[in-house]
């Protein structure tokens, strides 16, 4: 199994220019969540998806588009960059609730995104 | 509202001596804990997680942790550091069945 997997690794964007990231698990997970991670402030969650067909904001959804385009993908968007959104992205997955049994995330590699 | 406090921005120990990272929680109801360790430019691996029963939970890498429910703590610990051990630490809390609410981290540090 290749767990989580996120595209690009890297991207550079102009203010103004718009991209889509990418992720994907292939461990039959139903929920999944995009975050970012910005120094001395721990991760921060985007958007989720707790089940295929559904997406809900976090707690900082503005300026993101998210799809849940099967259950296995997870994409982000960017429409409009901007430098405030300067991060490294993550993509995580989870089992979610079965059974009182409560699971811990998986992560993907990251994308560490610069807008110029 | 559910939150995790991690108040060490870096933790400084030498190798072999025993490590403590702290964490503590505001949730309401049954909290389920998390510890996860992040290397450089990689994601969050999972370390261990309490759930329910015993208090001292024991995980990955030889880590361990202490659920203390009167001091609303979670500190991560292990007898002796090693070298290998230096990384960024999140503490985490699950919240609302799908939701991660994640400290804003403490770096470990761990020197020969």
């Known amino acids: 199994n290749a767990g989580v997997t996120q595209t690009p690794k890297f991207q550079v964007l102009k203010t103004g220019q718009s991209m889509t990231l990418q992720c994907a698990q292939d461990?039959?997970?139903?929920?999944m969540y995009w975050y970012r991670q910005d120094p001395g402030m721990g991760l921060r969650l985007i958007y989720y998806?707790?089940?295929?067909?559904?997406?809900d904001k976090g707690e900082v959804p503005n300026g993101y588009n998210v799809s849940r385009l099967n259950k296995r993908e997870f994409s982000l968007r960017l429409e409009s960059a901007a430098p405030s959104q300067t991060s490294v992205y993550f993509c995580?997955?989870?089992?979610?609730?079965?059974?009182?049994?409560?699971?811990?995330?998986?992560f993907g590699p990251g994308t560490r995104l610069t807008v110029l | 509202a559910q939150s995790v406090a991690q108040p060490e921005d870096q933790v400084n120990v030498a190798e072999g001596n025993p490590l403590t990272v702290k964490c503590t929680y505001s949730?309401?109801?049954?909290?389920?804990l998390f510890w996860y360790v992040q290397y450089p430019n990689r994601g969050l691996q999972f370390l261990l997680k309490?759930?329910?029963?015993?208090?001292l939970v024991k995980g990955s890498y030889g880590f361990e942790a202490e659920f203390n429910k009167s001091q609303t703590s979670f500190h991560l610990k292990k007898p002796s550091a090693l070298v290998s051990d230096s990384a960024l630490y999140f503490c985490?809390?699950?919240?609302?069945?799908?939701?991660?609410?994640f400290g804003a981290g403490t770096r470990l540090f761990v020197k020969a």
């Open positions: 995580a997955s989870y089992r979610s609730l079965e059974k009182s049994s409560y699971n811990e995330q998986f």
């Open positions: 461990m039959n997970h139903n929920s």
């Open positions: 998806s707790a089940s295929e067909g559904t997406t």
């Open positions: 949730v309401s109801g049954n909290p389920y």
């Open positions: 309490y759930i329910t029963g015993d208090n």
């Open positions: 985490a809390v699950l919240s609302g069945g799908f939701k991660t609410i």
